[in-house]
C-alpha cells in the first residue's frame, strides 16, 4: 500500500476525533480518522446523554444538528431528590429562569452517528479497525504514525496529530508519565448504568442523593430510560442481578405517584468514577484532547461537552499552523483549554461528592444536605449550578 501523507491525523472516532475531523474539513484541511474498533462497535457504544447549550449550538453551526434538532429532548430544568427528615422530597432547579440557558438531552450514540455518516457521505478518510501502535518525530517535521489493521501493518505521515483516543488509549500513555504532569483522583464507587425501554419516571432528570447511594433517572426519549446506580468501585454486572438493580432503582429514586418504570434493558455497563487532568496536552506535533487529556466522572454530565471544546481551541490553532505556517498558534492551545478543564474538573467533583454515598459520616450528610436545600432556595449557588450545568460558552473554531 502507498504511504499516507496527511496534515492532520486524528486518533480516535469518539466525539472529539470526529468533530475535529468536521472542523477542519470546514477550514479546507485535510486529515484521517483512525479508529481501532469496528465501526458497528462505535455505533453501538451507549455512553453520554446531556449536551450543553452552547455545545449545542456549535454542532448546529458545524451542519450536524439536523437530527439533533428533529429528535432531542431540550429541558429547562433538572431535579435533585434526598432525604429530608423521614422523607425523600424533590426540588426542581430552573435552568432558564436561573441562568436563561437549556441542555440539550441526545444520546453520544446518535450524535457519533450523524458524524460518522456524514464523513462517510461526503467520501472523506475515516478507518475503522486500524490501531495506532506507534508515533515517531513528534519533534521533527512529519510524525510517523505505525497502524495496524487487518491487512497488516503500515503507517501514515502527518504533520500534526491529535491525540484523541480517549480515557484508554495510546497517545498518552506513549509519552513519560513525568512528562504529562498527571494529577488525578479516584472515587470509591462506580456507575452502573442501565438503558431501559420504558418511560422515564419525569420529564426531566431527577439526581437522587440516598443514604444507599446516588442514583439518576435520564432518558433518551419518551419511552426510553437511561438509569443510573451508584456501586462500590470493583463491583461487576455479574454483582447486579436485574432483580437487584431493580429494587435499589426503586429504592432510591420513587415518590409516591413517580415510580420508575421497569422494563427491558437494552444496554448496562459499569464506570468507575475518577477525576484525571494531565496538565501538558502539547508534545511538539501532538496535541492531546477530550477524554485522551482529561478524565471527569459522569455526575457533572461534562466529558462530551469539555471533548467538543477542546477541539474548537485545537481547529482554529491547527488552521493558523496548517494554513498560515504559524505554528506558534498551538503553543497557547493548553493553556487556553486548561482553565475550562479545571472549571469542568471542580463541577464534577462537586456533584459527585454533593449526590453520593463516599463514606458514612453524619455530619457530612447533613452538610450535602443543607447545600441541596440552599440550591433548592434558588440564590447564587443555584445560579452557579445552572449557569455551569448547561454550559460555559465555546470560543470560536475557525
Ligand atoms: P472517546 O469517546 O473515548 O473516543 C476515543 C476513541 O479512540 C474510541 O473510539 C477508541 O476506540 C479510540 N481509540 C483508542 N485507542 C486507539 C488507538 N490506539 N488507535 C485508534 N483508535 C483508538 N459526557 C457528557 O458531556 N455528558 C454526559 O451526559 C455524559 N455521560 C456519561 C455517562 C457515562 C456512563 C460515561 C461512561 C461517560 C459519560 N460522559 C458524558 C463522558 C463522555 O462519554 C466522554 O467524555 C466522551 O466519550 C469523550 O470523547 P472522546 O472523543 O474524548 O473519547
Ligand atoms: C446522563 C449521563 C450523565 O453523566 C449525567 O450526569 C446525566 C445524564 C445520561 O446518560 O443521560
Not at 468536521?22 to 451507549?46: C, F, H, K, N, P
Not at 491547527?318 to 463541577?347: I, K, M, N, P
Request: glycine share 10%.
Amino acid at each position: 500500500m502507498n504511504p499516507i501523507h496527511t496534515d492532520v491525523a486524528i486518533v480516535g472516532a469518539g466525539p472529539a476525533g470526529l468533530v475535529l475531523a468536521r472542523m477542519l474539513q470546514l477550514q479546507g484541511i485535510d486529515a484521517i480518522v483512525l479508529e481501532r474498533r469496528s465501526r458497528d462497535y462505535v455505533l453501538g457504544r451507549v455512553r453520554a446523554g446531556i449536551i450543553e447549550q452552547p455545545v449545542a449550538e456549535l454542532l448546529v453551526e458545524l451542519g450536524v444538528g439536523e437530527r439533533m434538532l428533529a429528535d432531542r429532548l431540550v429541558h429547562d430544568g433538572v431535579q435533585l431528590q434526598h432525604r429530608s427528615g423521614d422523607a425523600m422530597v424533590r426540588h426542581r432547579v430552573d435552568f432558564l429562569a436561573l441562568a436563561g440557558k437549556t441542555v440539550t438531552v441526545y444520546g453520544q450514540r446518535e450524535l457519533v452517528r450523524d458524524l460518522i455518516e456524514l464523513r462517510e457521505a461526503d467520501g472523506l478518510p475515516l478507518r475503522f479497525g486500524c490501531e495506532v501502535t506507534g508515533l515517531e518525530g513528534l519533534d521533527d517535521d512529519r510524525v510517523v504514525l505505525r497502524c495496524r489493521d487487518q491487512a497488516g501493518e503500515s503507517t501514515i505521515s502527518a504533520r500534526y496529530v491529535a491525540g484523541v483516543d480517549g480515557a484508554r488509549g495510546i497517545t498518552a500513555q506513549l509519552l513519560d508519565a513525568g512528562a504529562r504532569q498527571t494529577l488525578q483522583r479516584r472515587y470509591p464507587a462506580a456507575w452502573l448504568g442501565v438503558l431501559v425501554e420504558a418511560a422515564p419516571p419525569s420529564h426531566e432528570l431527577i439526581y437522587s442523593r440516598h443514604p444507599e447511594g446516588f442514583a439518576l433517572a435520564s432518558m433518551r426519549t419518551p419511552q426510553v430510560s437511561r438509569l443510573y446506580l451508584q456501586v462500590p468501585a470493583g463491583d461487576t454486572l455479574a454483582d447486579w442481578s436485574p432483580d437487584r438493580i431493580w429494587q435499589h432503582l426503586h429504592r432510591r429514586l420513587d415518590l409516591p405517584g413517580s415510580p420508575v418504570n421497569e422494563g427491558r434493558f437494552l444496554e448496562s455497563s459499569i464506570t468507575p468514577l475518577r477525576s484525571v487532568v494531565h496538565r501538558r496536552m502539547r508534545f511538539g506535533r501532538l496535541l492531546l484532547g477530550g477524554d485522551a487529556a482529561h478524565v471527569v466522572p459522569p455526575s457533572g454530565a461534562k466529558g462530551l461537552n469539555l471533548a467538543v471544546a477542546d477541539m474548537a481551541q485545537l481547529s482554529r490553532r491547527l488552521g493558523r499552523a496548517v494554513l498560515h505556517g504559524e505554528a506558534s498558534a498551538l503553543d497557547g492551545y493548553q493553556d487556553a483549554c486548561l482553565r475550562r478543564v479545571w472549571q469542568a474538573t471542580h463541577f464534577s467533583w462537586w456533584m459527585t461528592d454533593l449526590l453520593h454515598r463516599l463514606d458514612e459520616e453524619e455530619f457530612g450528610d447533613e452538610l450535602r444536605s443543607e447545600q441541596i436545600r440552599t440550591l433548592a432556595d434558588g440564590g447564587t449557588l443555584a445560579r452557579w449550578f445552572a449557569d455551569s450545568y448547561t454550559g460555559l460558552g465555546v470560543s470560536s473554531w475557525s
